[in-house]
């Protein structure tokens, strides 16, 4: 049997690209011998400190709820809980569209709880800072691999680390190893840094 590698992926539930790539590296593991390993980082410590506009920042830090509940539940019940309760929140946010609705939040967190078997009562995390240091240990670790200027999705495999790749759908079955193939290559040269385009569409979550 191959053995699988591992494959760290930091996000934010919040970011709708790194829902897209999170979505396509499961698709990447039907095809190759990966294992991904979710990892959290934050768009609200982020960006706290930038220029950014003031209603960004604020949906920003109402975002943290959903970070601080996910490090709750792993630091109570373990770290297998991350994962999960990514994608159960990651589905109500992005493909049930309740991104939109911010004020929805705990009702979006309480039904992702109970999806993975876990109490609704861990949502009262959303408004604790009492997460916040672990959560900024593992945005920092994150970051620290590629740099400020970037965001989330980050992912590392072995000593190879960058942001993204940022797509607008979930790229399935073997097309979905051939970007991870193409994404390896690219990154693995020390000298490599960039390649972009202007983004002509929308995020799509099928």
């Given at each position: 049997?191959?053995?699988k590698?591992p ?17 396509w ?10 294992e ?6 934050s ?9 950014v ?19 709750a ?12 309760l ?6 109500r946010?992005?493909n ?5 609705e911010p004020?929805?939040l ?6 992702a ?15 604790s ?17 590629v ?21 607008t ?8 190893g051939?970007l ?16 972009k385009?202007s983004r ?5 979550f099928?």
């Amino acid at each position: 049997m191959t053995e699988k590698i591992p494959v760290d992926l930091w996000f934010d539930p919040a970011c709708p690209f790194a829902w897209i790539t999170s979505r396509w590296l499961l698709e990447v593991e039907k095809v190759r011998p990966i294992e991904p390993r979710w990892r959290q980082m934050s768009l609200y410590f982020l960006n706290q400190d930038k220029d950014v506009p003031a209603d960004y920042l604020e949906r920003a830090a109402k975002g943290m709820g959903s970070v601080r509940v996910i490090r709750a539940a792993a630091d109570k019940h373990g770290e297998q809980y991350v994962g999960r309760l990514y994608t159960a929140i990651g589905t109500r946010l992005h493909n049930e569209g309740m991104s939109k609705e911010p004020e929805r939040l705990r009702e979006v967190i309480e039904g992702a709880l109970t999806d993975v078997g876990l109490e609704a009562d861990l949502a009262d995390a959303m408004y604790s800072e009492a997460y916040d240091d672990a959560i900024r240990a593992s945005h920092e670790e994150g970051i620290g691999l590629v740099g400020q200027e970037v965001g989330t999705p980050i992912i590392r495999v072995g000593a190879n680390a960058f942001f993204g790749p940022v797509i607008t759908k979930i790229i399935r079955g073997e097309d979905a190893g051939k970007l991870w193939d193409g994404v390896l290559a690219v990154t693995a040269f020390d000298d490599f840094f960039e390649i972009k385009r202007s983004r002509t569409k929308r995020p799509t979550f099928e």
